[in-house]
Every structure is written in C-alpha cells, then in structure tokens.
C-alpha cells in the first residue's frame, strides 16, 4: 500500500488538518543473532587478569540492529520557501528496552534558496558530513565503528539535543554545514558559570564517485564530547575535534580512508581509518582498519591506542530485505576502553571487545 496513503489515514484519525499534510513514513526492522564477548580487562596497577565477575564473558545474543520508525513531511509556503519536518525513533524490537518517541534526528525547519535550517535533536555537523563519506561499512550493526566519545573513529561527532543545523545548498558538488548545541542547564562549579555547548562546521566535495569532507567541532568545560545531556564538567577545559574523509566509488569497488585529531585540553589523540568494499550483484564484501593512537599528554599514553577490523558481507534479497553478516574485533590496551557504536557492552579498561552475527534488515 503507498506509504503516504497509510500516513494520511494515520494523521486523521488525530486530526483533520494534518491529514492534507505531505507525510512519508519510513524506517527499517533489522535484527540478528550474535555471539559477543569482552575479555582480557586487566588491573592497570599490577597488570593481573581481573575475576571473570568483572569481564564481559561470551554469550548468544537476539539483537536488535538499530532499528527505527520516521515520519517526515513538509509544505510549499510560496516564493520558493518551503517548511519541513521530521520524527524519528528508535525500535527495540527485540524487547530489551522501551522505545521513546523522537530519539533519533527529529526537527522541524525552514528549506529555500539559501538550503536548509533545521531546529531539534540532530546529528552536528561534523557528523552529517563526515558520516555521508561512507567509512563505517557495517553501521548499525554491533560492528559500527563510529559517531560516541568512546568508538574507535568519530569520537567528536555525536547526534545532540538542543540542536541547530543549517545546510548551504550544493554548489558544483560542494556543500557546507554548520551546527550548534545548546548548553541549557549552565551549571555552577563554585562561583564558575559553565557553558557545555557544542558548535562546529564542516564541508563536503562530492562528483564522479570521489567524496571527500572536512569537519571541526569545539566545545569547553566538559571533558568529551559525549552527547549527555549532563557531561562530565571541567571548568575552563577546551575541547577541538578535527576530521579528514574521503572515499572512491569505482566500478563495483569502493576505497576509502579517514583521519580524526581530538584535542582534549591536557592530551590529545588520534586516529585514521582504512575502508574497501565490492559489490558482486546481489552479494557486497566489505572490510575496515582502525587504530587510535597513544593519548599523548597522558602518563604511559601508549596503554591508551586501540585497534580495531570489521568483516562484513551483505546479500540484497530484494530492493527492500538484505541479509547481513559481520565480524569484528578491538584490541583495546590496557588503559584503553575502546567500544562498538552500537549494541556496546559494559566492558572494564583493556577489555577486547569482540562480535560475529547474522542478520535480517527489512527497509519500508
């Protein structure tokens, strides 16, 4: 059945009104078995193996991957100006949590000559431009690699709440992108009024199959660039993220690489990353290599770097319903507490995080 069919039956049985609304539902149900463990965490004084109690043993997992339901929509308002909306949310299809309205990108905005502004819960910038690349093979699955403080790539990028984006419009391939993040509690520590607001830019060039992105987010008294809504404070405390990407779509193949410096005020780190894929029909290979390096600034940085690979392979069953498998693996040193993007586990400092599962995505 058309989907704006469904959804004007949807809206009016709310209300009239909405019911003449331009409105799309979209979204995907994907979920799968895994095998999942985290171990090796050791104690970072005298180097033993923690208790079994305090690492992630293996197990059999029914996960869901990532899993959400969107409403978008907009209205012509004349002279070329256009109003848009959107509500996103997560599904948790396989019972583990509750799923909230609006905890995916969602906002409603104004689109024109000028490109797009949008206000809401949004991915910054730093993280529509860079992700739009096409670095993590294997996104939203346990083997996504990118887009939280704590992955392996991507750390300075986040979805966040109390968002402004604006979008340029694309100009002979190139498109700009700038956001910000409003700090609204601006605690007090002492008699020091913090500001945790988050704001940056980013730019795209993208023809004939080369895609390639700068991106740069700032941020002060806050320790990462988490996207809680209450980060850890530290007064005075600057924060810089830079990003490269670029990837080469050729033929059926597909190259990639990218480049992340985080400046955490009293160390920084950073981190690239190496992507290929090939498309064979129906059936796709993909693969990825990240290290993050030793935190510099730190005492024995080097316990902090990272390692991380991904396998994935994919099988179209139809333009809608794709079979998916993965496997990957961090080897995080003894201080380091690198995780997935999705599906994480609870793991202790040097724990190696590990997955490999089989997967059902359907897209409507």
């Known amino acids: 059945m058309n989907k704006k069919l469904i959804a004007a ?9 909405v019911a003449m ?28 193996t923690l208790p079994d109690a305090q690492q992630y043993k293996g197990r059999i997992r029914i996960q869901n991957e990532n899993s959400r339901i969107g409403f978008k929509g907009g209205e012509d308002l004349g002279n070329g100006l256009k109003a848009v909306w959107q509500v996103e949310q997560g599904l948790s299809v396989d019972g583990d949590t509750t799923s909230n309205w609006a905890t995916r990108n969602s906002f409603v905005g104004l689109q024109g000559g000028f490109g797009e502004v949008r206000l809401g819960r949004h991915d910054d910038a730093y993280k529509v431009i860079g992700d739009s690349v ?55 520590v002492g008699e020091d009024r913090t500001d945790a607001s988050v704001y940056g830019a980013a730019v795209k060039y993208s023809a004939n199959g080369l895609t390639a992105s700068l991106g740069y987010n700032h941020a002060t008294d806050r320790s990462n660039f988490t996207n809680s809504l209450t980060p850890t404070i530290i007064v005075d405390n600057k924060l810089d993220g830079y990003l490269a990407a670029v990837s080469y779509k050729f033929g059926n193949a597909m190259l990639g690489a990218g480049y992340e410096y985080v400046d955490y005020d009293t160390y920084n780190q950073d981190s690239w990353t190496l992507v290929g894929g090939y498309q064979f029909g129906a059936f796709g290979l993909k693969a990825s290599y990240t290290m993050v390096g030793k935190a510099d600034g730190k005492t024995n940085g080097g316990d902090y770097k990272a390692n991380q690979w991904v396998l994935g392979a994919t099988y179209d069953l139809s333009k809608r319903t794709q079979i998916l498998a993965y496997a990957t693996q961090i080897d995080n040193k003894k201080a380091a507490t690198a995780n997935f993007g999705v599906n994480n586990p609870t793991i202790a400092a040097g724990a190696d995080p590990q997955a490999y599962g089989l997967a059902l995505k359907h897209s409507f």
């Open 134 to 188: 096409g670095l993590n093979i294997m996104t939203n699955t346990s083997a996504d690699n990118a887009w939280s403080k704590d992955t392996t790539f991507g750390r300075a990028g986040a979805r966040r709440a109390n968002t402004a984006l604006y979008l340029s419009p694309v100009f002979s391939g190139v498109q700009f992108a700038a956001s910000y993040s409003a700090d609204e509690d601006r605690t007090y």
């Open 9 to 17: 039956a949807l809206a009016g049985a709310f209300a009239a009104p």
């Open 21 to 48: 609304a331009d409105t799309t539902i979209y979204g995907f149900i994907s979920a799968g078995v895994e095998y999942v463990q985290a171990t090796g965490a050791k104690n970072n004084t005298t180097g033993a």
